[in-house]
């Protein structure tokens, strides 16, 4: 916008307001009672997952939310039902549609959604990683991978066709969890990295793997999504408002939805999850790690806005979700939930996760979605943030 081309960063209001909201999670959370009801326990769904229908529809929900450390099913359901009302508000130009979802191909959303159904299911069913719970004391499979990663990529990229949709369920779950598996047995051990690393490098390989063959294939055609109506909404990526709006919006990037409802939402859902149980969302350590966790993500995403709000400006776009999804929920679970590391650790995450995603956005060949640069900047960050911590004796 021409009246702010001298500004630099963005509102301090919007900055305060994001914190102050992780900081009302942080708070007020634990003094939420929990019904405790053991069926959505996480230990009480993988115990005989293998041949119980109703356990693997909660895995198969849980999926939804992994990447943005709820991981529960309220907070997945909360998902597609905020991806509904956003592409609905979009695709009729409503002014309360905030952030058009899937980044204005909004009329491509319920492909999407298939693309990520249908790929989540292969994963399980059809090459049957579900299966793996269970087995030789394994407690959790990254079958979430294909839900945030290739599937919506392809069809944002080559638009809505059936083709493409049939080759985003296919040949994404074909190669993302075993690349994640293999990691997560040989490398993870070896150099003792954190398993977060493993998926996001295994996103990133599988990602760029696809994306090259599917330049090559013959039946993959560019078709241009139906464009969207204007809402007549004017922005301001410096204004309080909006730098919360972007801070909720971050929650639904992995989705490739980018919207502040769906955002919302998914942290609605969280909190309806902590009430039914405790020991159901974030693989049963939410009571434990929870509050400081969205307290980690909502820093975060207030540091990354804040200072890069230039890069937002005239309708662009930054990673400021790149640490919010990664290193600050990472290192909160691997380092502890007391204040002083979680400050510690968002504001690095924040400062380091955006610019470390554009820059190799910069380096990426034609024909490669950006969201390869973005996995690829969290497991980066995460390492970096990681290894500082290892370095600090007070931490």
Sequence with gaps: MAGHNKRQYGSPAGFLLTVAIGFAFYVMLPLIPSMGITYFAYKNIIDSIGSDASKQFL?????????????????????????????????????????????????????????????????????????????????????????????????????????????????????????????????????????GICNVLSMALSGFAVMAVCRVLPWIKKVEPKPIPESGAKEDVFSPVWAVRRAFAEFSEPHFYGNEIVGACILGGAVIDWIINKEHGLSGLAGEYLPAILLAQFIAAGVGIFLYARKFDNGGWYGTYVPVVSSAPWCVLAFGAELPKVIFIAVLSGILGAPVASSLGEKLPEGIHIFVANVMAMAITTAIVWAVMDMMPWF
Excluded at 79 to 92: C, E, K, P, T
Aim: charged content about 5%; overall charge positive.
């Design 59 to 195: 895995w198969f929900m849980i999926n939804w939310t992994e990447a943005d450390f709820t991981a529960g099913v309220f907070s997945s359901a909360m998902v597609i039902v905020g991806g509904a009302i956003a592409w609905q508000l979009a695709v009729r130009g409503s002014v309360k549609r905030g952030f058009p979802i899937c980044y204005g191909s909004s009329h491509t959303w319920p492909w999407v959604l298939a693309a990520q159904v249908g790929a989540l299911l292969t994963n399980m069913y059809l090459f049957g990683y579900l299966f793996l719970l269970g087995r030789d004391g394994v407690s959790w499979v990254a079958t979430f991978i294909v839900l945030v990663s290739v599937p919506s990529a392809l069809m944002l990229t080559y638009g809505p066709t059936v083709p493409t949709l049939l080759t985003a369920i296919i040949l994404p779950a074909s190669m993302a969890a075993p690349i994640s598996y293999w990691l997560s047995k040989t490398l993870l051990p070896m150099l003792k990295i954190p398993g």
